[in-house]
């Protein structure tokens, strides 16, 4: 944006108009100066507005921010934001590479280096969206529920899911298949994968060699057509994960 040109020294704004004011201009020149100056202020306005100007160093210390996205997903684009008694309302994305939420205020969003980006009190505002990987140095208290997604998985002859997505799954299977060892397992993570037979049903599943049941040995799926079974499931390591089959759910 052109409005760069200005300095932020008063004295050093003696360029030649209308890009300065020196001492002495004509009465002309004023009124040219001027303009020019108002039509920096709107583009500046207009660039902060619809998005095309990129504050890289934004300090926020007042006011309310709702419906928006705060951040970026890289700690290059989110550096040197910081908000002090700014309520956040409404669904506000807060986006960050890095999450930390041990901080007094309540949270606080952190770039790779963990530099503090951006913080709320306790009592911010609701429906706030945090696109991070959160991780909680100590415990985490939540007055009320916290809800995940629930991943459809594709089905085909083989279905692999992909625990990094999330920690409750479901799916509908069209024939016989097999739930293959799934990607990204992490100790510790755990959930539910709802199984439905399809309109046909007699549908059957095998597992992968991760998946360990009671004795050993891997339960049978409710046949009937549209039958419903909930595969519950604890991830012990990264090879092994403990299951147990809650049949014909109705």
Same mark, same amino acid.
Not at 196 to 211: I, K, N, P, V
């Given at each position: 944006m052109a409005y760069t040109k200005y300095s932020l020294t008063p004295?050093?704004?003696?360029?030649?108009?209308?890009?300065?004011?020196?001492?002495?201009?004509?009465? +002309?020149a004023v009124n040219d100066t001027m303009r020019d100056m108002m039509a920096q202020i709107r583009d500046c306005g207009d660039g902060l507005r619809d998005g095309t100007y990129t504050m890289t160093a934004v300090k926020i210390t007042g006011g309310t921010i709702n419906g928006?996205?705060?951040?970026? !997903? $890289?700690?290059?684009? %989110?550096?040197?934001? /910081?908000?002090?008694?700014?309520t956040i309302t409404g669904s506000v994305a807060v986006k960050s590479p890095y999450f930390d939420a041990t901080t007094s205020a309540g949270g606080a969003a952190r770039n790779a280096s963990g530099t503090s980006q951006i913080q709320w009190g306790a009592g911010g505002g609701?429906?706030?969206? %945090?696109?991070?990987?959160? #991780? &909680? $140095?100590?415990?985490?208290? &939540?007055?009320?529920?916290?809800?995940? !997604?629930?991943?459809?998985?594709?089905?085909? *002859? /083989?279905?692999t899911p992909d625990f990094a997505e999330a920690n409750n799954f479901s799916v509908t299977?069209?024939? #016989?298949?097999?739930?293959? #060892?799934?990607? #990204?397992?992490?100790?510790?993570?755990?959930g539910v994968i709802v199984i439905?037979?399809?309109?046909?049903?007699?549908?059957?599943? *095998? @597992?992968? $060699? @991760? &998946?360990?049941?009671a004795g050993g040995t891997a339960p049978t799926l409710t046949t009937t057509a549209a039958a419903v079974d909930v595969l519950a499931y604890y991830v012990e390591s +990264? !090879?092994?994960?403990?299951?147990?089959?809650?049949?014909d759910v109705k």
């Open positions: 004295a050093s704004n003696n360029a030649a108009p209308p890009d300065g004011a020196p001492e002495g201009m004509l009465p +002309s928006t996205t705060i951040g970026a !997903t $890289s700690a290059a684009a %989110v550096t040197a934001t /910081t908000m002090t008694g700014t609701d429906n706030v969206t %945090v696109e991070v990987n959160a #991780n &909680f $140095s100590g415990s985490a208290t &939540f007055a009320k529920r916290a809800v995940g !997604t629930v991943d459809g998985l594709t089905d085909g *002859a /083989t279905i299977l069209g024939g #016989n298949r097999t739930l293959a #060892n799934p990607s #990204n397992l992490t100790a510790g993570q755990s439905t037979q399809d309109g046909t049903g007699s549908r059957t599943l *095998a @597992y992968g $060699s @991760y &998946f360990k049941f +990264s !090879t092994r994960i403990t299951a147990r089959l809650v049949a």
